[in-house]
């Protein structure tokens, strides 16, 4: 009895130690630059102020892709998006660019900012980061 009593706090202390231990993982899902870009990061910045070590994935396609092209700026306030993309980086956000839609524009990996990775789908790459890996789902 003894040593079920040792297994047990054993255990129970092993799923604390993992459950304290458990980072929040996010998924930020842009598709319009125009209307959810700036908006997007600036909430992106807030999360990450408020829970900093919280794993944040920004997946981009149709002109979400837009966000993360060289020079792209806010249409009204004229801001970079650059520079602010930079800074998320720093902190440990990944933004990723769908090669599907580099296909259907036309587009060219070299028009893109250094800080973009890219992904085979982006609508495939949300779906598994949700369902494989427990990401959570933003739309800003």
Known sequence: MQGFIKFTVAALLG???TVA???????????QAATQGLKGLRNIRNHLD???????VVVTHAEGVDLL??????EKSKTEYAPLISALKARGVRFEICEI?????NLKKDQF????????????RIAQLQAR????????
């Open 101 to 105: 839609t580099l296909k259907n524009r």
């Open 69 to 74: 092209m060289e020079g792209a700026k806010e």
């Open 15 to 17: 799923l604390s130690a």
């Open 113 to 124: 900012i250094l800080d973009a990775d890219y992904t085979p789908s982006g609508v495939v």
């Open 21 to 31: 231990a458990a980072q929040d993982k996010v998924v930020y899902h842009i598709d």
């Open 50 to 56: 408020t829970a900093p070590d919280t794993k944040i």
């Open 133 to 140: 890996e427990n990401y959570a789902y933003i739309k800003p």
